[in-house]
C-alpha cells in the first residue's frame, strides 16, 4: 500500500473513529463530548433511541445548509456486534471434520479429472473459499423437499460444484464412480457435469448458474415470483427462502446488481444472497486499489437492503474490543483490497510490518502474537460462529431481503499451491508436497503413501461425522440440491375454446397479435386453466394491445393499489391487486425473462403448474436476452415466449433498431426451444394447443417461441384436411394449389408469417400474367421443417441397409413441379436451411441487412420480398430452367421498376 495513505500516529480518538477532520484541542475537547453524549444514550436508552437522535440531528443540519457526511458504508468491522452475535449450535469439532473432508473430495475429484485427462478443467478454488459459508447453510438452515414448509430453493456459485458433489457423495448421493467421473459426462458407469445444470442432471440440480450475473436476477424474481403465487392463493404461505451465492467478482456483471432494487422495493424478505468476498476473481484482485465490500455495502444499503458484513473471524474480538480509540477500525478501513489479498499470501512477518507497523499503539496491541498467530487470525467468512450469527440474523430480518458480505480467501487451504494467489482461480494440480500440506491442514486421516494419488475418502456409514451430517439433513427435511420431476395435471384447452379462429375473421381485418391476445383472454377465462396463466410483459401492453387485461385480470402488486389511477373513471383502468395475475415487469426483458424462467419452472420447485406467456417486442428478445433464454432452455422451463412486432418489413416505420429479421436464427440454435412464425389465427390456435398439449400432458421440457406481427389482414378458416393441422406442428402444408390444372410451367411459393399474403399476391400475378402455375405453401417454421429433416436424414445415415425415409418437407414437396421459392420476413437463411430437402434449387428472398423507418410497400420493396419481387424470382429461375423465354423476366423486372443495379439491401 501507498505510504501517503497511512495514518498519522498518536490520533485523538475522535478523528480515529472517522467523526471530523481534527482542527485543535478546542475542537477536540467538542467533539469529544458530542461522543461521549451518543455513548451515553446508547448505554442508558439503547441503539434504537440514539438512532432517532441522529436521525433529528440530521434534519436539524440539513435545515441549516450543513453538509452530511455519506453514510452508505459503515466501518469496515462486522456489523454483527459480538455481544449480538447468536450462539453457534453445532459441533464445532465434528463439522469441522465433514467440512475438512468435502474439502478435500472438493480438490481430490479436480486432480483426479485432471490428472486423467490434462486440460479437462474444474475449480478448487471457489469451493475451498466457499466451504464455511456452505455447510453452515447445510448443517443449520437449509430445508429439505421433506420440510413443512417446502425446500428453500438454493442457487450455488456455479464455480463450487465439486463441493456440492464432494458433499453429495459423503451424503451417499454419488457414487465414488461418478466423482471419478467428474467432467465425464459419457463414461458408461456416469459421470458429472462441469457445473449446475439442471438439463444434465435433472434429479440433482435445480438452477443452472454457471454463466455469471445470471443466477442473482433469475433469485430475486423467484422470490418474486414465490410471493406471487402466495398472493395469488396459487401456494399456500410458508417459511420457504430463496438463497443466493455470488462471487464478488460476478457482481460486476450488470445483471447481478441490475434488479436489487426490486426486491427492496418488493420487501423480499425471502430472499438471502451470499457474497464469498474473497476479493479476487479469475485474473486478480476485483478491486486491488479499492475496496469491494465496502463498494457493495453502499450499494445494497442505497437501494434498501440488509447488508450484513462478515469480515472478521472471532480472533478479532478481542483486539476489537481493545480498540478503545478506534484505531485498529480506522487502518481495517483504509487498507486496499490488493494490500489485504497480500497478508494471505504473505505471512505474519509481513502483517506485522505493513497492516500492524504504521503506529506504534497498533504494533503493541499484538506484540503478545507470535507472526504465525498473526497469520492464523481468521477472517469472518472461514469462522462458523460468525456465519452462523449472520445467517440466524438474516432469518430473523423481515421486510427487506438480505445480503452477507462475507470476506473470505481464495483457495482457503491450498498452501503454496494457491492460497490467495492471482493464479488460484486456475489451479487443477497439486503436486505431492501439496497434498501432504492440504491433507495435514485438515487432519485427513490418509497416509504418505496414500495421498499420493489423491484418493477420495469417506469415513464408514457408521461413523460420528457421517452420522451427524444425516441427522442434521432430516432434522431439516432432507437432501439439497435435489430437484424433483413432477407430472403436470394440466390439459390443452378444448378446440371448442378456439373456435372463433378457425372459421376465419371474415372480412374482418387483425394482426396476429390481436389474434394472440385474443387467444390469452380466452386462455385466462378457462375454468381449469385459466388461473394457471402467466401473462408477463415488460411495459409494452398497450402496443400489442393487451390493455383489457389490466382490468379483467389485474396487474400484480404485493401492495396493492395504494393510490386512485388517472384512468380510474375509464372502463380500462390500470388496475394494480394484490391478487393481480399479469407480471407486468417495467422495462426489463433480463428481469421479464427471470420471471418467465420461473414460472415456467414452478412445477419442479413449488409442485404448481403454470403457463407462462411472456410477450415482448421481438427485437429486444433474442438478442438481448439470449443468455437468459438458454438459462431458460437449460432449467427445462415450460412456456411460451412470444415475440410481438416481428418482421424486418412488416414493423412499419421503426427502423433499424426495431425491426427483427433475425430472432428466428437465434432461436433455432436453442436445442428444446420450438420456434414458429405463424401467418393466420388458426395456425396459432393449433400451435398454442399443441405447445400446451406437449409441454402438460406429455411433459415435454419444450417451450415455445412465436412470432406474431401488427400488419392487419383478413384471416382465412382453416383449410380441410387432417394433413393441414399436422403440417402447421411440422412446419409446412400446402395453403392453396393453383387453380390451373397442370399446365406449364410451374412453381412452388414457399412463405412464411405475413409474406404468405404477398405470396399469394404473387401466385395470382403470376397466373393472370405470366400462366405460371403456382402453390403456395405456408411454412410456419423453417426450424422445425429443418430439424424433423436432419432427423431423418441421420436415421438414414446410420441404417444404410434400410430403406430410405423421407423428411415431411420432401414428401410435401416431392412430384411437385416447377421451381422453388422461398421467401421469410427473416433473413435467407431461413428458407435457406430447407433448401437441401427440396427437389429444385431454392431461390430464398429475405430481409438480411439493417431495417429502415419507411412504410411496409417501401420496405417490401427495399429488401426484395414483395409479391413483384416474388414474380420476379420465379420467373427469373424459370427462364434460367428454359421454361420461359428470358425477357420475359427482364420484361417483368422493368414493369416492376425494379432497378437491377440497385446495391444489395443486406450491406446498406
Ligand atoms: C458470464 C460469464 N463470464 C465469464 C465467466 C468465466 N469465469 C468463471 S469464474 C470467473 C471468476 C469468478 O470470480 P468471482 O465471481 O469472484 O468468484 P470466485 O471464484 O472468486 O468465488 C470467470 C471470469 C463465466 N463463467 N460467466
Ligand atoms: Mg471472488
Not at 475451498?128 to 443449520?140: P, R, V, W
Not at 401473462?535 to 401492495?559: N, V, W
Not at 403470376?766 to 426450424?783: F, I
Request: hydrophobic share 40%.
Amino acid at each position: 500500500m501507498s505510504t501517503d495513505a497511512r495514518p498519522r500516529s498518536g490520533l485523538p480518538h475522535a478523528e480515529a473513529a472517522g467523526t471530523q477532520d481534527w482542527a485543535g484541542t478546542q475542537d477536540w475537547v467538542e467533539t469529544q463530548e458530542w461522543v461521549d453524549s451518543l455513548r451515553d444514550v446508547v448505554r442508558a436508552t439503547g441503539a434504537e433511541r440514539a438512532s432517532r437522535l441522529l436521525r433529528a440531528l440530521q434534519i436539524e443540519a440539513q435545515r441549516h445548509g450543513v453538509s452530511l457526511p455519506v453514510t452508505s458504508t459503515t466501518p469496515y468491522v462486522n456489523t454483527i456486534p459480538v455481544e449480538h452475535q447468536a450462539r453457534f449450535p453445532g459441533d464445532r469439532d465434528i463439522e469441522r471434520r465433514i467440512k475438512s473432508i468435502i474439502r478435500w473430495n472438493a480438490m481430490a475429484m479436480v486432480v483426479e479429472a485432471n490428472q486423467k485427462s490434462h486440460g479437462i478443467g474444474g475449480h478448487i478454488s471457489t469451493y475451498a473459499s466457499a466451504a464455511t459459508l456452505l455447510e453452515i447453510g447445510f448443517n443449520h438452515f437449509w430445508r429439505g423437499a421433506e420440510h413443512p414448509d417446502g425446500p428453500d430453493l438454493i442457487y450455488f456459485q456455479g464455480h463450487a460444484s465439486p463441493g456440492i458433489y464432494a458433499r453429495a457423495y459423503l451424503e451417499g448421493r454419488l457414487s465414488p464412480k461418478q466423482l471419478h467421473n467428474f467432467r465425464r459426462e459419457f463414461a458408461a458407469d456416469g459421470g458429472l457435469a462441469s457445473y449446475p445444470h439442471p438439463w444434465l442432471m435433472d434429479d440433482f440440480w435445480q438452477f443452472p448458474t454457471v454463466s455469471m450475473g445470471l443466477a442473482p436476477i433469475m433469485s430475486i424474481y423467484q422470490a418474486r415470483f414465490m410471493r406471487y403465487l402466495e398472493d395469488r392463493g396459487l401456494k399456500p404461505r410458508t417459511d420457504q427462502r430463496v438463497w443466493c451465492f455470488l462471487g464478488d467478482g460476478e457482481t460486476d456483471e450488470p445483471e447481478s446488481l441490475g434488479a436489487i432494487s426490486l426486491a427492496a422495493r418488493e420487501g423480499l424478505d425471502d430472499l438471502i444472497w451470499v457474497v464469498n468476498c474473497n476479493l479476487q476473481r479469475l485474473d486478480g484482485p476485483v478491486r486491488g486499489n479499492g475496496q469491494i465490500m465496502q463498494e457493495l455495502e453502499a450499494v445494497f444499503r442505497g437501494v434498501g437492503w440488509n447488508v450484513i458484513k462478515v469480515i472478521w473471524g472471532s480472533e478479532w474480538d478481542e483486539l476489537l474490543a481493545r480498540d478503545r480509540d478506534g484505531l485498529l477500525v480506522r487502518r481495517m478501513g483504509e487498507v486496499v483490497d490488493g494490500e489485504y489479498q497480500k497478508y494471505s499470501v504473505a505471512g505474519g512477518a509481513y502483517i506485522r510490518e505493513h497492516f500492524w507497523g504504521v503506529d506504534p499503539k497498533l504494533t503493541q496491541m499484538v506484540s503478545h502474537l507470535s507472526d504465525d498467530q498473526l497469520w492464523r487470525m481468521r477472517l469472518g467468512g472461514h469462522d462458523p460462529a460468525k456465519v452462523y450469527a449472520a445467517y440466524r440474523l438474516a432469518m430473523e430480518q423481515r421486510g427487506k431481503p438480505t445480503v452477507i458480505l462475507a470476506r473470505t480467501i481464495k483457495g482457503y487451504g491450498l498452501g503454496e499451491a494457491g492460497e490467495g494467489k492471482n493464479i488460484t482461480h486456475q489451479q487443477k494440480v497439486l503436486n505431492e508436497s501439496e497434498l501432504m500440506d492440504f491433507r495435514d491442514r485438515f487432519d485427513i486421516p490418509l497416509s504418505d503413501d496414500e495421498v499420493v494419488g489423491a484418493p477420495l475418502y469417506r469415513p464408514a456409514p457408521t461413523s460420528p461425522e457421517i452420522r451427524y451430517l444425516h441427522e442434521r439433513r432430516r432434522a431439516l427435511g432432507g437432501y439439497l440440491p435435489q430437484r424433483t420431476r413432477r407430472r403436470s395435471h394440466l390439459r390443452a384447452p378444448s378446440e371448442e375454446l378456439f373456435a372463433e379462429f378457425f372459421e376465419g375473421s371474415g372480412d374482418r381485418e387483425a394482426s396476429t397479435t390481436m389474434v394472440f391476445v385474443r387467444m390469452l383472454a380466452s386462455l385466462l377465462r378457462e375454468q381449469g386453466l385459466g388461473p394457471h396463466v402467466v401473462p408477463i410483459i415488460p411495459d409494452e401492453a398497450r402496443t400489442f394491445g393487451m390493455e383489457a387485461l389490466f382490468r379483467s385480470h389485474g396487474i400484480y402488486a404485493s401492495t396493492g393499489q395504494l393510490y386512485e389511477p388517472v384512468d380510474a373513471g375509464s372502463l380500462l383502468y390500470y388496475k394494480e391487486s394484490k391478487d393481480g395475475q399479469i407480471l407486468e415487469e417495467g422495462i426489463t426483458e433480463a428481469g421479464s425473462t427471470s420471471s418467465f424462467i420461473a414460472a415456467g419452472t414452478s412445477l419442479t420447485n413449488y409442485g404448481i403448474p403454470t403457463i407462462p406467456f411472456f410477450i415482448f417486442y421481438s427485437m429486444f428478445g433474442m438478442q438481448r436476452i439470449g443468455d437468459l433464454v438458454w438459462a431458460a432452455a437449460d432449467s427445462r422451463t415450460r412456456g411460451f415466449l412470444v415475440g410481438a412486432t416481428s418482421g424486418r418489413t412488416t414493423l412499419n416505420g421503426e427502423g433499424l433498431q426495431h425491426q427483427d429479421g433475425h430472432s428466428h436464427l437465434l432461436s433455432s440454435a436453442i436445442p428444446n426451444l420450438v420456434s414458429y412464425e405463424p401467418a393466420y389465427a388458426y395456425e396459432i390456435a393449433v400451435l398454442i394447443r399443441e405447445g400446451i398439449r406437449r409441454m402438460h400432458e406429455e411433459n415435454e421440457d419444450v417451450f415455445y417461441y412465436l412470432t406474431v406481427h401488427n400488419e392487419n389482414y383478413a384471416h382465412p378458416p382453416m383449410p380441410e384436411g387432417e394433413d393441414v393441422r399436422e403440417g402447421i406442428i411440422r412446419g409446412i402444408y400446402r395453403f392453396r394449389a393453383a387453380e390451373q390444372p397442370d399446365p406449364k410451367p410451374r412453381a412452388q411459393l414457399l412463405a412464411s408469417g405475413v409474406l404468405l399474403n404477398e405470396a399469394l399476391r404473387a401466385q395470382e400475378m403470376l397466373a393472370a400474367d405470366y400462366g405460371v402455375a403456382a402453390d403456395v405453401w405456408s411454412v410456419t417454421s423453417w426450424t422445425e421443417v429443418r430439424r424433423e429433416a436432419l432427423e431423418v436424414e441421420r436415421w438414414n445415415r446410420l441404417h444404410p441397409g434400410e430403406p430410405e425415409r423421407l423428411p415431411h418437407i420432401a414428401r410435401c414437396l416431392d412430384g411437385q413441379p416447377g421451381v422453388v421459392v422461398g421467401v421469410s420476413d427473416y433473413m435467407k437463411t431461413l428458407p435457406d436451411a430447407i433448401a437441401k430437402w427440396v427437389p429444385a434449387p431454392l431461390i430464398a428472398l429475405g430481409t438480411d441487412g439493417f431495417g429502415r423507418s419507411a412504410t411496409r410497400e417501401e420496405l417490401r420493396r427495399f429488401f426484395e420480398v414483395d409479391a413483384e419481387h416474388i414474380v420476379v424470382a420465379t420467373l427469373s429461375a424459370l427462364a434460367r430452367d428454359e421454361q420461359i423465354a428470358t425477357s420475359v423476366a427482364a420484361d417483368a423486372i422493368a414493369r416492376f421498376g425494379i432497378d437491377p443495379e440497385a446495391p444489395n439491401p443486406a450491406y446498406r
